[in-house]
């Protein structure tokens, strides 16, 4: 895939898409057909009032256990070629495909940094990415040069997130890539032709709108796809089980040749020499199989924690999580620095500032990946990446009831490859999934979730967006080797 970051091509780029997708004139076709007159009677706040700290007035009925909300005009902030909402792992491999066809690219995050669980979430493991080409070896290479001495002899695959922070910010940018972070997506409204055409959001400049010709959902949870109306579905069973959810922490204190054998790069024992000091010593921590890694120094991360059957729709539950398990991390560092020796001056940097959501909803799409893809080891024509990671469904109860996925596990598992109409909304024109939130059954999410896989279907969702743009098509309406043969 195209990997070229030179200003000069950029704007090249950018004329040769304008010339190809009439994007100006399309983008002037939506909007003709969505504006409505007398919304509101409320006056818009100006740029400079905004700026002085004005806001939007909310007006509207209280009823018995709710509001009902005034109807009001709403400023459109922009309008892009390609919208790619969450700037997770998938969300900036997607921003960075479509920004380097030439499309105006906006991606809207609403943590503080890119990256989602790599760096907000403080993951240092990439997983199932040595077999990828494209911006996952982009981005391990960048991690690799510039990174630690463990990020260099991993190949980049451990990694410190203060790093990737800066190197998948430096990558957008590059890109051309329009970053408005702090931002939440909380609405999309689609056209008379079931076509997505704009989204909302909330931040700190208030209530926005912003037009796009077309969306990439990769907020891992989905939330774009279920605002505009898709399907989907959460967990397993009717209850909608999910996988816990883990709060990571950064460490330090310890001298790293003092304490290797727990250390998760020397070997899978590790965790289970990590586990067996801890409980011979007092600490219990609610995830079985808790994992050091050491990044540089004397800095180190670790995840020890899960937390059972939190919904990541509630924001009750996971504000309760969060605490829980900042907690329980403060406590293990605690109890293990009691064991004295090298563990007696162990601390912790920094905790996550978002818990790690493991699943959310898996949105239908034009193809659903299944178990039985994974049994077969099923390959296809218009693959956009292959999967090696195994089946992974971590204890779905703090009972550590690991039989969901045991069946699966004995019926074995085969790479398999992810297809690219799995990427494709299948009730909503114009939209496009990447990351955990494609279309796939629980079983088969277990596998392709990890970072190394969603990074390439960002790549893809991101091409094909483009792509579809310049062929005036929508994005079900082409085959995955057209959207390759069209950046050839
Ligand atoms: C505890 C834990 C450990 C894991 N371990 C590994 C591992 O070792 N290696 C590995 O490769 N994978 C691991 N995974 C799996 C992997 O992290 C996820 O499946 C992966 O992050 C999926 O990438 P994504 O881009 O789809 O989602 P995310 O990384 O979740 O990114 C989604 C982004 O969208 C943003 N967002 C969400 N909603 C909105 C909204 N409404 N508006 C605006 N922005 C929004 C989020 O802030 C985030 O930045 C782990 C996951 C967890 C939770």
Redesign the pocket.
């Known amino acids: 895939m195209s990997t070229n970051n030179n200003k000069g091509s950029e704007s090249h780029n950018r004329r040769k898409f304008i010339k190809q997708s009439g994007a100006l004139a399309l983008t002037g076709g939506v909007m003709a057909k969505l504006v409505q007159t007398n919304l509101s009677a409320a006056k818009l706040p100006s740029q400079v009032d905004l700026l002085r700290g004005h806001v939007l007035q909310t007006e509207g009925i209280l009823r018995e256990g709710s509001l009902i909300e005034n109807r009001r005009e709403i400023p459109i902030k922009s309008r892009s070629d390609v919208m790619v ?7 900036i491999a997607a921003a960075l495909a479509a920004a380097r066809t030439g499309a105006s690219v906006q991606l ?4 503080g940094c ?5 760096t ?2 403080l ?7 040595e077999n990828k080409t494209g911006i996952m070896a982009e981005i391990l290479a960048e991690l690799s040069t510039r990174g630690s001495d463990v990020a260099r002899q991993s190949k980049g695959t451990v990694y410190d997130p203060e790093i990737a922070k800066l190197v998948l910010e430096e990558m957008c940018v590059q890109a051309g890539v329009k970053i408005r972070l702090h ?4 609405g999309a409204v689609k056209d008379a032709q079931n076509r997505l055409a704009v989204i909302l ?1 909330e931040s700190k400049s208030g209530r926005e709108a912003w037009q796009a010709d077309r969306f990439v959902d ?4 989905g ?2 796809a279920a605002q505009a109306g898709c399907s989907f579905e959460v967990g397993v069973g009717s209850d909608c089980k999910c996988q816990p ?4 922490g950064l460490l330090t204190g310890v001298d790293p040749d003092a304490i290797r054998p727990y250390i998760r790069e020397t070997g899978v024992e590790a965790k289970k020499r990590l586990l067996e000091l801890m409980e011979d010593n007092g600490v219990n921590p609610s995830y079985r199989a808790p994992t050091l890694r050491h990044l540089q120094g004397g800095v180190y991360s670790i ?1 020890s924690n899960h937390e059972y059957g939190v919904s990541a729709f509630d924001a009750d539950a996971i504000t309760e999580a969060t605490i829980r398990a900042r907690k329980e991390i403060h406590e293990t560092v605690e109890g293990m620095r009691k064991i004295g020796g090298p563990w007696k001056e162990l601390a912790v940097v920094a905790t996550a500032e ?1 818990i ?3 699943e959310a909803r898996r949105i239908k799409g034009r193809y659903e990946i299944s178990a039985m893809d994974l049994a077969k080891g099923l390959r296809h024509e218009d693959a956009v990446c292959t999967t090696q990671f195994p089946i992974d469904v971590h204890a779905l109860s703090s009972q550590g009831d690991k039989k969901i996925d045991q069946a699966f596990r004995n019926g074995g598992m085969q790479p398999y490859d992810i297809p690219y109409p799995a990427l494709v909304a299948a009730e909503v024109d114009g939209l496009l999934m ?4 494609i279309s796939g059954d629980f079983i088969a999410h277990s596998s392709y ?4 896989n ?1 990074v390439p279907m ?1 790549e893809a969702a991101g091409l094909a967006a483009a792509v579809s743009i310049r062929c005036r098509k929508m994005p079900h309406e082409l085959s995955w080797q057209e959207i390759k043969s069209y950046e050839a």
Not at 85 to 91: E, I, L, S
Not at 108 to 111: G, R
């Open positions: 909402c969450g700037g997770g792992p998938a969300g809207i995050e609403v943590a890119l990256g989602g669980v790599w907000v979430g993951l240092t493991k990439i997983l199932d990415s931002t939440r997506v909380v959001t990769c907020t891992g949870d939330d774009l959810m883990s709060m990571l995840m978002q790690g959501v493991r990447a990351g955990r939130c979730r990890v970072t190394g969603s960002g």
